[in-house]
């Protein structure tokens, strides 16, 4: 299996840039981008016919081989979620990790006793953080029906309303805990519905009425988004627990065939992208409580955000989840289906604060200040990181340098900090997706005291810390359960004979001015 980089992609990538955001063409005839990454670092998508890519803004798109399709992804783009060939090559739900390129597709496979319908058997919409992938498959009976699948437990049909009827799960909360999507009513159309904890429901508006399918939530499935609502039943719809189902309006062609739809919600519930209209002259909209529903094109008049003349945008059919950058399809300047990604503000880089804390497991120095600290001693580890580094290697491994005066280590009373007086300034590196794991990584660097140094580096194989390598917008803790490996020590002495262990028991990664610092309203 290979995964390579589009061919003539480096030339084609169009951008525009303001000061409010900027633009980026995925620069690849017929693609439809479906999902993008937490902060909106990492899309991915499906070509018409056949085919399936992963884009970032450091690579551009890479087409994934031997996937047919890709729907969904979870927050750190670590899988995707779509479909490959099994061993009788029938279409199955399968993910795909950013290291595909040296294995074979992990596949969830089938429904028990099922047989596949015109060369398929499944097909994975998305995935949670928890692993789980959700879609459609096929049963027994030759009925296509919603499924959720889990490595540890297995494939398994999820309940519907009616038992002969079809359904399918389209999206999943990043905990795995609520799957929404559809159930066909006893007269054969969609209706939206969501699973909580395998418990199946169906979306009624005020007036009790039901409506069309769910198709999008944010992290925790606290808002849903979805079509088919209003009078007419042809407008968009947002639920929350405190608001229940409300119609968010619908932008028309003039067409009896105009919809609108919700593809996308934010983690906040406050930004919905979407399409309206009918057809090719459907239009991409976006909708705030601020501006209700409003064409895309408006909303980046307003805000100062360029792009190149010629583009129609069809539809939003992604939103980060920090709600900064929201990604989709419509037609270039050569009137060719073509994908994209718009990040809606150009975040000032901050410095980012980093606070380690954790327990002294052993130790055995023998001179300085931590000569002495007893097992068990608390200890914390705290630091500036410039947002600019020294790239290793593109979008996989960059170092920041540390701001010495910011950084202090403490364990019990004693403190120490980094040296300065070292051929290179100290750094931390953060690694993503290096082939698939990430890390955090301040390499043995000396500290002030003499003949004493520091190592703490962490490992994550799952590749489920950032979506980038980029620190602005991390702003997460990690516990000691996201690393394989933990290697957090000081030495003392020549060949570093006496050393004392720190077992881990948090890291955090903050911008200076926290999450959403210096955005526009």
């Not at 499906?46 to 969904?72: E, H, M, P």
């Not at 023998?366 to 914390?380: E, K, L, N, Q, R």
């Not at 005291?449 to 190592?455: L, N």
Request: overall charge negative.
């Amino acid at each position: 299996m290979r995964v390579r980089v589009i061919a003539g992609l480096v030339g084609l990538i169009l951008s525009s840039t303001s000061l409010a955001g900027t633009f980026h063409s995925v620069g690849q005839p017929g693609s439809q981008l479906i999902s993008l990454s937490e902060h909106g670092r990492i899309g991915a998508g499906s070509f018409f016919g056949q085919g399936a890519f992963r884009w970032t803004k450091a690579n551009g798109a890479v087409l994934i081989d031997r996937y047919q399709a890709i729907q969904g992804m979870n927050s750190w783009g670590q899988p995707l979620a779509g479909q490959a060939q099994d061993a009788n090559q029938s279409w199955v739900a399968a993910i795909a990790y950013s290291n595909a390129e040296f294995f074979d597709p992990i596949l969830v496979g089938g429904l028990p006793g099922a047989q596949s319908v015109d060369g398929m058997l499944s097909a994975g919409y998305d995935v949670a953080d928890d692993g789980s992938v959700v879609g459609l498959a096929y049963n027994a009976d030759n009925n296509a029906v919603a499924f959720r699948w889990h490595a540890a437990s297995g494939i398994s049909e999820l309940p519907r309303l009616n038992p002969d009827s079809y359904s399918r799960a389209n999206a999943v909360s990043r905990d795995g805990r609520v799957v929404i999507g559809w159930n066909d009513t006893d007269e054969g159309y969609r209706r939206g519905v969501k699973w909580v904890d395998g418990k199946i429901s169906e979306f009624l508006d005020a007036d009790g009425l039901q409506v069309g399918e769910a198709l999008g939530t944010n992290r925790d499935g606290s808002s849903i988004v979805g079509n088919g609502a209003g009078k007419m039943g042809n407008e968009a719809w947002r639920w929350t627990a405190a608001t229940g189902l409300q119609a968010i309006g619908i932008i028309g062609t003039g067409s009896f065939f105009d919809q609108a739809y919700a593809f996308g919600v934010s983690d906040d519930g406050n930004l919905i992208g979407g399409g309206s209209g009918a057809g090719p002259e459907r239009k991409a909209v976006l909708w705030t409580p601020q501006t209700g529903m409003i064409l895309l094109t408006d909303y980046l008049a307003q805000h100062g955000i360029t792009y190149p003349d010629g583009w129609s945008f069809n539809a939003v059919t992604a939103v980060s989840g920090d709600g900064l950058v929201i990604g989709g399809w419509g037609y270039d300047p050569d009137n060719a289906v073509n994908s994209f990604v718009i990040e809606l503000d150009n975040v000032r880089p901050q410095q980012v604060i980093v606070e380690a804390h954790g327990k002294v497991f052993w130790n055995d120095i023998a001179a300085g200040p931590f000569a002495g600290v007893a097992a068990d001693a608390p200890v914390t580890m705290s630091f500036r990181m410039e947002p600019k580094g020294y790239e290793v290697e593109t979008g996989k491994f960059v170092r920041y340098p540390i701001v010495l005066p910011s950084f202090r280590l403490q364990a019990g009373s004693a403190s120490d900090t980094l040296s300065g007086d070292v051929p290179f300034p100290p750094t931390n590196g953060l690694a993503n997706d290096y082939p698939r794991s990430d890390g955090i990584h301040i390499f043995d660097t000396p500290l002030v005291t003499p003949a004493t140094s520091m190592e703490f580096e962490l490992f994550n194989p799952g590749g489920d810390l950032f979506d980038s390598v980029e620190p602005n917008n991390i702003n997460r803790t990690f516990g000691p359960g996201m690393f394989e490996k933990v290697g957090w020590s000081v030495t003392e002495g020549q060949g570093g004979q006496h050393v004392m262990v720190i077992d881990l028991e948090s890291v955090t990664i903050e911008d200076e001015c926290s999450i959403f610092c210096g955005r526009f309203d």
